[in-house]
């Protein structure tokens, strides 16, 4: 796969994670979001398993790796936009665009481009607006979780890059879909009232999550 398609394809994740954000909340009216994390992503993952090919022990731990990975990021994100509005959450957690490369940069020990420096001053700037209060600098809980999320997100793209990299992608693309919604239900039974979603509206929410966000998006990030 050239590089531009890797980029295109990377993008998409990207473009569809950000469209989930309204059909998250709209899902999180009456279950929590680690409820919601556990249906979405077992449905992503019996929709696309078919897809998966010889799957070897070592891929089953690096899909689980990347999948605790994910679930810490779902986490951070579903939390965080409990109380925080879409479009903050939006640009906020986009910023691992930039955080993915100063970071590579620091592991892999090379110094990191100019315009990566930029974007990241660029990328600060518009997080200090937009957390601006009053004449103080001031994260709020959501925000704060938020950011958290941009910055696991980074975290695991390096990760998953390392630990993948002798491994088929699609089938880390898949299975570990699988992980993401074992290690939510653990803990949708440890810390919520685990209950199943009854209106139409936010199985469609969740539906759309599962479908199109998790069996597309999440799926197609790994391979990119």
Not at 63 to 81: Q, R, W
Not at 171 to 189: D, K, M, P, Q, T
Not at 213 to 223: E, H, L, S
Request: neutral net charge; contains cysteine; glycine residues 6%.
């Amino acid at each position: 796969m050239t590089q531009r398609k890797a980029e295109a394809l990377i993008a998409l994740g990207l473009t569809l994670r950000g469209t989930s954000l309204l059909f998250s909340k709209l899902a999180m009216q009456t279950i929590g979001p680690f409820t919601l994390c556990g249906i979405r992503f077992l449905i992503s993952f019996a929709v696309v398993h078919k897809q998966i090919c010889s799957v070897t022990k070592k891929e089953v731990l690096h899909s689980a790796i990347v999948g605790f990975l994910y679930f810490c990021c779902m986490a951070f994100e579903l939390l965080g936009l409990r109380t925080t509005p879409s479009s903050t959450t939006a640009f906020i957690e986009n910023t691992s665009v930039v955080i993915v490369p100063l970071l590579a940069a620091i592991v892999y020990r090379r110094l990191p481009k100019r315009m990566d420096i930029l974007c990241a001053l660029i990328a600060l700037a518009g997080i200090a607006f937009m957390t601006l209060k009053g004449s103080k600098l001031a994260f709020t809980p959501g925000e704060l979780l938020i950011f958290c999320d941009a910055v696991s997100y980074a975290i695991t793209v390096v990760v998953m890059d390392i630990v993948t990299v002798d491994d088929n992608a699609l089938n880390i693309g898949v299975f570990h879909l699988f992980f993401i919604g074992f290690f939510s239900l653990l803990a949708a039974f440890a810390f919520e009232d685990f209950t199943i979603p009854t209106s139409a509206p936010e199985w469609g929410a969740i539906l759309y999550l599962a479908l199109v966000c998790g069996a597309i998006g999440f799926t197609i990030q790994p391979v990119g």
